[in-house]
């Protein structure tokens, strides 16, 4: 047996039992992929148009000459082709084109060619009685029978005889002989033909009544009628056998151009339009069911023929596409944010109700109205909802895919589609600029104007004003109440996916919260901290265009950590050092668990994951260098892993920025005497530090935002130092840089610096 091969049976129990493994371990997923399949195939089959369950079919069973065994009403409205009478109108109209014909010239040219080659053979013969007939015969073999070869060897006078001929042939060629067709003519005029032939290098037409075309059996009867019998009989016989030996058809029945004719007529007539209001009794119990009754009854969309298969592969196929195609575009490179199982979980559900809820609008408002049923279905709401809890693009995205499910709805009718997509981004816009909950009432209001006004330019585009007033009356209703629903909504989900929204994040930057008095209370020192470091993320975050209310929120709670043990830290000490009395690997394994407690107190708040990251990130996986540095002088086989924080590099530009600007607020405590220069370079020289690390490296952070951010430092920084910088006026020396966090100069005791330094600075 080779290496690696496993029998089917095997192969088959691994897979069953990894597929087991990923659905216990990924419930979530799997539902949310469970139920946008359940509403697919419930769609295609239970709800399509052409599927076997479809609410179309509950008018089918009636068939005409038989009774009806229930009656049948409109239940809307309706303008429809009736097939019939558009079909007798089209009948009717090609009834009176006429067929063409058109004349070849080669025939004429050719016949007449051989009847010139047998005038010159003949008038050249010197013989008479039967040596001439063979004669005849032998050259023109079948060209004339015997009783006609007997009749020009009995010419007397022969020239005069062809001369005849000729000009009867040149005649009957020019009227044209006419080979009329015994089937292919129906459709077309019976009683006349247009003729087509060319004369003096223009192409002309007339026309003609079909009982005067002359034809190959009725031609001698055309020369009666032009007098030629009235030659004197022996030459008038002998040129009409010549005739008859040369003439042929030359005129034509031109098959394509009359077709196209006849299509150019088919489709100049209007279709005959006829209406069935709603409410009409199309079909009364008892009664037999007639013709014109079906035609009512099929244009309803009742009695339609069995499983249409082809469509509903077609519809499950585009759902299909739909859903895979929203998982691309979903994804974190194009909307810039990272769902989770639960989020996806969310889009799904929002996705599938919003599904179902269409199929239900669609038939309370038809779609052959002049109302799109979109304008009730709740596309504001919802894509409200997704741009305040993950963001604009997302919901752009969300837009995008719901108003194309719409289409497997219309039957590829864009009016509803166009509707949901402008309004869905207008929703967006109009949501964007909120600031308070009670915003989003505006943003109602706002929508309210912009789908009245979309309504009445889609109404007008369409052509479909005789329901104008309706359609932006719920177009209005529908944008107020979607803001409305937003607002009643929004709280219930930022519970549930536990989203960090600008409202949710305002009320956890209130300062009065219970948690933060809490930490005033117990670690004042690090509450200050916090607070200036709030400020400076803030500003530094704006500059740099990212969530510059996230990096607030996450720098009030950065520390939260430290409150079970406050005089561990250096911001919170006054004369006494707890660190003189432990080792260093013990100061280090205390000052390192304020990131772990600070993320299980955060959890326990439910505060949103965005902000948990950035505090279980606001260290990374840094050296506390004092410590280790003391560790080494005890014991030279110190552990570099011990004296690490146990988080992670900033995976964001906000992590990365909180992490900077806690490094640089508590470092830039111990400059004395700073001067702008001074506190510019030491700002510059901390942030390379922790690019120098690695720390920055899976931030997303630029060499351009890097600049900026320090920029910002400084101007906050020496706001805050105002009263002690000093301001050179002269430049002229090269800035230097205060001492290394090694080195910060502190009151106490060298225990205590060395809390400072441990505590915030690594």
């Known amino acids: ?84 009478a558009t079909e007798a109108a089209i009948r009717l109209r090609e009834a009176k084109i006429l067929p063409i014909f058109s004349m070849d010239e080669d025939v004429k040219h050719n016949a007449l060619e051989r009847f010139d080659e047998f005038r010159d053979f003949t008038l050249s013969q010197n013989t008479s009685g039967e040596t001439f007939i063979q004669t005849l015969n032998t050259r023109f073999p079948g060209l004339f029978s015997r009783e006609d070869a007997l009749i020009l060897r009995d010419a007397k006078d022969r020239p005069r005889a062809f001369a005849l001929a000729e000009s009867y042939l040149v005649a009957l060629f020019d009227r044209g002989i006419a080979a009329i067709p015994d089937r292919g003519m129906e459709r077309f005029n019976g009683e006349n033909i247009e003729i087509h032939f060319w004369k003096e290098g223009r192409l002309t037409t007339e026309e003609m009544q079909t009982r005067n075309a002359i034809t190959m059996t009725s031609w001698p009867n055309a020369l009666a009628e032009t007098g030629a019998n009235r030659v004197a009989n022996g030459s008038f016989t002998a040129a009409r056998t010549i005739v008859k030996a040369f003439l042929t058809e030359n005129l034509f029945f031109n098959r394509d151009l009359s077709l196209k004719h006849l299509d150019s007529a088919r489709n100049e007539v209007e279709p005959v339009m006829k209406s069935v209001s709603r409410g009409e009794k199309i079909i009364k119990k008892g009664y037999v069911v007639d013709e014109a009754q079906m035609v009512k009854v099929r244009a309803l969309g009742a009695n339609l023929p069995g499983l249409n298969l082809a469509s509903i592969l077609g519809t499950f196929g585009f759902l299909l596409l739909l859903f895979f195609f929203g998982i691309l575009l979903m994804s974190s490179p194009l909307t810039g944010i990272t769902t989770g199982r639960g989020d996806k979980l969310a889009l799904l559900i929002f996705a599938s109700l919003y599904f179902l809820l269409a199929i239900v609008a669609s038939r309370l408002l038809p779609t052959s109205g002049g109302i799109p049923f979109s304008v009730i279905l709740p596309t504001g709401l919802l894509v409200i909802l997704v741009a305040l809890l993950f963001n604009n ?370």
């Open 1 to 84: 047996m080779k290496q690696g091969y496993e029998i089917p049976g095997a192969m088959l129990s691994e897979k069953i039992r990894q597929a087991k493994s990923y659905i216990h371990k990924n419930p979530a997923w799997i539902g949310a992929l469970s139920l946008s399949v359940a509403v697919c195939l419930t769609a295609v089959f239970v709800f399509s148009p052409n599927g076997p369950l479809s609410a179309r079919r509950t008018v089918s069973g009636f068939e005409a000459g038989k009774v009806a065994d229930r009656d049948l009403s409109a239940d809307r409205n309706l303008v429809y082709v009736d097939e019939v």
């Open 393 to 762: 693009r997302a919901a752009v995205v969300f837009c995008f895919i719901l108003s194309l499910s719409l289409l497997t709805i219309s039957d590829l009718d864009a009016h509803g589609s166009i509707f949901a997509f402008f309004s869905g981004i207008a929703a967006i816009m109009s949501a964007q600029k909120s600031e308070k909950r009670i915003d989003l009432v505006k943003s109602g209001l706002l929508l309210a104007l912009f789908q009245s006004f979309l309504a009445l330019v889609l109404s007008a585009f369409a052509g479909r004003l005789d329901d104008l007033w309706p359609a932006i009356f719920w177009s209005a209703f529908n944008g107020f109440f979607c803001g409305v629903l937003a607002l009643g909504f929004l709280p219930i989900l930022e519970g549930l996916l536990n989203a960090p929204t600008r409202f949710r994040l305002m009320e956890l930057s209130d300062l009065n919260s219970p948690l933060l008095k809490r930490l005033l209370t117990l670690a004042p020192g690090t509450y200050s901290h916090s607070v200036m470091v709030a400020n400076i993320a803030e500003t530094a975050c704006r500059d740099i265009k990212a969530n510059a209310l996230l990096a607030r929120v996450a720098a009030y709670y950065h520390d939260i950590g430290k409150m079970d043990q406050p005089d561990y830290f250096v911001e919170n000490q006054t004369h006494y050092n707890r660190h003189s009395e432990i080792k260093p690997r013990l100061s280090a394994t205390v000052i390192r668990s304020h990131v772990k407690l600070g993320v299980e107190k955060a959890r326990a708040m439910n505060l949103p994951d965005e902000v948990v990251d950035i505090i279980s990130q606001h260290h990374g996986d840094g050296l506390i260098s004092y410590f280790y540095s003391q560790a080494l002088k005890e014991d030279g086989r110190a552990d570099k892993d011990d004296f690490r924080y146990p988080g992670e590099p900033p995976k964001s530009r906000e992590a990365a920025v909180v992490m900077l600007a806690d490094s640089v607020e508590a470092a830039s405590r111990t400059l004395k005497k700073p001067t702008l220069a001074k506190l510019e370079q030491f700002i510059e020289d901390m942030i390379m530090d922790k690019f120098n690390q690695g720390l920055l490296a899976e931030s997303e952070l630029t060499f351009r935002d890097l600049k900026i951010i320090t920029n910002s430092f400084v101007k906050i920084l020496a706001g805050h130092f105002h009263s002690r910088i000093e301001y050179p006026k002269i430049p002229k020396e090269a800035p230097t840089r205060e001492p290394s966090n090694e080195g910060f100069e502190a009151k106490g005791s060298h225990k205590q610096r060395a809390s400072r330094s441990g505590g915030e600075d690594s």
